[in-house]
């Protein structure tokens, strides 16, 4: 779903002295230093290192924080950095090619390693200073993956651990409060990587700890008001995590001047629009629009079987019903200016990213842009949360453990678990046989270890025995898989007797299905959705 982009008005974050820049110059871990970061209650945002210096220094930051990356410091086009970056007083940090370059720039070497170092490694602490404070001669667990290396340090900079490898493991220039480290503190194998990066950000930066839920919200809501004023506001509310949240908060900020709207798509999961219901009108007291558009999708949806085309002709209607549902609140005087969206972090990122995006497998078409005649700004509550951050804030808020510990749901729903065509038939068995899985799952207490946990209808039918009658029904494929982000995934061990009890409950309840299987695929190369 798109607005227009102008005045999201969630751009500055909450402290009076900005945050910890983090500068990415291409790591896989990039984003794994800014949770970290904020797990020490110390606020944080990655800025591409293409960002010119004054718009860096217009955000305040305490510290800057280097990243690792792929490149080499010599490399032809290697990333780097203003040199005036080191000019300023600023605390800088700098990761693995961070440090390598912060070294080069202020007058150090760095070389091609004879080995690579990668994988878990152990540095000797010579000094208990920066990161390492009061690890001074001990010897520390640390995760390296590095190429190339640091050969000599720049003027004012001293060793202050080394590896079998790095004699430069981490560098230091304790006055100027320029720290460097060859390995990464923000990997969970790096056993005191939290130790590490607070004693940087408290002891060396004495960054403000006041990055938590609470104030978050506090201060959410806050701009919230400000950003939307008198006006009034419309979201989709899907009973996913993030729409929740981002709801609640605005709804906080501007009460019935927001209206949610439901829709009933019917791919939804077993008593999913009840329960929606429920809890936003009935609990939390959000005007809350439940749309029956089951037919409306269903019609839609009648005869088609190709993967793509299912997920656009459900973003398309979605958007006609969402359309529909906003016009009728501006000819009843209530006209939306905002439209509320969830989106994370990680997408913020993602589209101002060094990187660029990677290649799409599927459109993940939620919902296309919205129509130009709606016109809607964004209202885009979330956008600095990672998704633990969302789940902490919708805690603070009062929301169910149940709810903010969901597995993610596919905005096209059972549609994509439906391959083939999508009948009313074939979702109410999918439906009968999924409430058994789901059931089953978390009486055995899976539930939250599993990234997701599903039913998938296979359309093919089987002949099977039933008594002394011969069946001839469809087989139901059981997904379950477990991954830390979706991007890969492997399939469950579930135990045994999790599904021969699943198994013998579908295949006995549910009507018009006679066969389990357990798809054992990981991802790559097969996808966590069968379309
Ligand atoms: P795949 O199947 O690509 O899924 O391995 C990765 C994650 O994305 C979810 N998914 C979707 N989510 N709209 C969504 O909102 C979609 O069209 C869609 N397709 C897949 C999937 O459930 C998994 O969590």
Same mark, same amino acid.
């Given at each position: 779903?798109?607005?227009?982009?102008?005045?999201?008005?969630?751009?500055?974050?909450?402290?009076?002295?900005?945050?910890?820049?983090?500068?990415?110059?291409?790591?896989?871990?990039?984003?794994?230093?800014?949770?970290?970061?904020?797990?020490?209650?110390?606020?944080?945002?990655?800025?591409?290192?293409?960002?010119?210096?004054?718009?860096?220094?217009?955000?305040?930051?305490?510290?800057?924080?280097?990243?690792?990356?792929?490149?080499?410091?010599?490399?032809?086009?290697?990333?780097? *950095?203003?040199?005036?970056?080191?000019?300023?007083?600023?605390?800088?940090?700098?990761?693995?090619?961070?440090?390598?370059?912060?070294?080069?720039?202020?007058?150090?070497?760095?070389?091609?390693?004879?080995?690579?170092?990668?994988?878990?490694?152990?540095?000797?602490?010579?000094?208990?200073?920066?990161?390492?404070?009061?690890?001074?001669?001990?010897?520390?667990?640390?995760?390296?993956?590095?190429?190339? #290396?640091?050969?000599?340090?720049?003027?004012?900079?001293?060793?202050?651990?080394?590896?079998?490898?790095?004699?430069?493991?981490?560098?230091?220039?304790?006055?100027?409060?320029?720290?460097?480290?060859?390995?990464?503190?923000?990997?969970?194998?790096?056993?005191?990587?939290?130790?590490?990066?607070?004693?940087?950000?408290?002891?060396?930066?004495?960054?403000?700890?006041?990055?938590?839920?609470?104030?978050?919200?506090?201060?959410?809501?806050?701009?919230?008001?400000?950003?939307?004023?008198?006006?009034?506001?419309?979201?989709?509310?899907?009973?996913?995590v993030?729409?929740s949240v981002?709801?609640m908060?605005?709804?906080?900020?501007?009460?019935?001047?927001? $209206?949610?709207?439901?829709?009933?798509?019917?791919?939804?999961?077993?008593?999913?629009?009840?329960?929606?219901?429920?809890m936003f009108?009935?609990r939390f007291?959000?005007?809350?629009?439940?749309?029956?558009?089951?037919?409306?999708?269903?019609?839609?949806?009648?005869?088609?079987?190709?993967?793509?085309?299912? !997920?656009?002709?459900?973003?398309?209607?979605?958007?006609?019903?969402?359309?529909?549902?906003?016009?009728?609140?501006?000819?009843?005087?209530?006209?939306?200016?905002?439209? *509320?969206?969830? $989106?994370?972090?990680?997408?913020?990122?993602?589209?101002?990213?060094?990187?660029?995006?990677?290649?799409?497998?599927?459109?993940?078409?939620?919902?296309?842009?919205?129509?130009?005649?709606?016109?809607?700004?964004?209202?885009?509550?979330?956008?600095?949360?990672?998704?633990?951050?969302?789940r902490?804030v919708g805690t603070a808020m009062g929301l169910p453990r149940d709810l903010l510990?969901?597995?993610?749901?596919?905005?096209?729903?059972?549609?994509?678990?439906?391959?083939?065509?999508?009948?009313?038939?074939?979702?109410?068995?999918? #439906?009968?046989?999924?409430?058994?899985?789901?059931?089953?799952?978390?009486?055995?207490?899976?539930?939250?270890?599993?990234?997701?946990?599903?039913?998938?209808?296979?359309?093919? !039918?089987?002949?099977?025995?039933?008594?002394?009658?011969?069946?001839?029904?469809?087989?139901?494929?059981? !997904?379950?898989?477990?991954?830390?982000?979706?991007?890969?995934?492997?399939?469950?061990?579930?135990?045994?007797?999790?599904?021969?009890?699943?198994?013998?409950?579908?295949?006995?309840?549910? #009507?018009?299905?006679?066969?389990?299987?357990?798809?054992?695929?990981?991802?790559?190369?097969?996808?966590?959705?069968?379309?």
């Open positions: 779903m798109s607005g227009t982009k102008e005045d999201t008005g969630m751009e500055s974050g909450m402290n009076e002295s900005g945050p910890v820049v983090i500068l990415d110059f291409g790591s896989q871990y990039t984003q794994l230093i800014a949770r970290r970061v904020r797990e020490q209650h110390v606020y944080c945002e990655i800025h591409p290192c293409t960002k010119p210096l004054d718009e860096i220094w217009a955000l305040r930051p305490p510290a800057v924080i280097l990243s690792g990356g792929p490149a080499s410091v010599y490399g032809e086009g290697a990333p780097t *950095v203003d040199p005036a970056l080191f000019e300023r007083g600023v605390p800088v940090l700098g990761i693995c090619y961070g440090m390598q370059l912060m070294c080069h720039l202020l007058g150090g070497k760095v070389e091609r390693a004879d080995e690579r170092e990668y994988g878990p490694a152990t540095i000797s602490v010579e000094r208990g200073e920066g990161l390492l404070l009061e690890m001074g001669g001990e010897d520390v667990d640390v995760w390296m993956s590095h190429g190339d #290396r640091v050969a000599s340090i720049p003027d004012g900079f001293e060793v202050s651990a080394t590896s079998p490898n790095s004699p430069f493991a981490a560098v230091a220039d304790p006055g100027r409060r320029f720290f460097g480290v060859q390995f990464h503190p923000e990997v969970g194998h790096t056993k005191r990587g939290a130790d590490m990066l607070r004693a940087f950000l408290v002891n060396v930066v004495g960054a403000p700890a006041n990055w938590t839920p609470e104030n978050f919200a506090t201060a959410t809501i806050r701009k919230v008001k400000e950003q939307i004023g008198d006006a009034n506001a419309i979201c989709g509310l899907s009973g996913g993030d729409s981002a709801a908060l605005v709804h906080r900020a501007i009460g019935d001047r927001l $209206t949610c709207v439901f829709v009933d798509n019917g791919l939804l999961r077993a008593g999913e629009a009840e329960e929606v219901v429920a009108r009935g007291d959000l005007k809350l629009i439940h749309v029956d558009a089951r037919d409306e999708f269903l019609n839609a949806l009648a005869g088609e079987t190709d993967p793509e085309r299912k !997920r656009k002709i459900i973003g398309r209607v979605f958007i006609e019903v969402f359309d529909r549902e906003a016009r009728a609140l501006g000819e009843r005087g209530e006209e939306p200016t905002f439209l *509320v969206q969830g $989106t994370l972090y990680p997408d913020v990122i993602e589209s101002v990213s060094f990187k660029g995006p990677s290649a799409t497998i599927k459109s993940h078409h939620n919902v296309g842009g919205l129509p130009d005649h709606m016109k809607l700004k964004l209202c885009e509550p979330l956008r600095l949360l990672f998704k633990d951050e969302v902490e510990w969901r597995q993610p749901f596919p905005g096209p729903g059972l549609a994509i678990r439906c391959p083939g065509e999508v009948t009313r038939e074939r979702l109410r068995i999918l #439906r009968d046989a999924d409430v058994i899985l789901d059931a089953e799952v978390r009486a055995a207490g899976l539930y939250e270890s599993l990234w997701q946990s599903f039913c998938v209808l296979v359309p093919v !039918r089987t002949v099977g025995v039933m008594g002394d009658e011969r069946t001839y029904d469809y087989v139901i494929a059981i !997904r379950a898989v477990t991954s830390s982000d979706g991007m890969t995934a492997d399939w469950a061990r579930l135990p045994y007797e999790l599904l021969a009890k699943v198994s013998s409950r579908i295949i006995n309840e549910v #009507r018009g299905c006679n066969r389990v299987c357990y798809d054992i695929s990981s991802k790559p190369p097969a996808t966590i959705e069968w379309e």
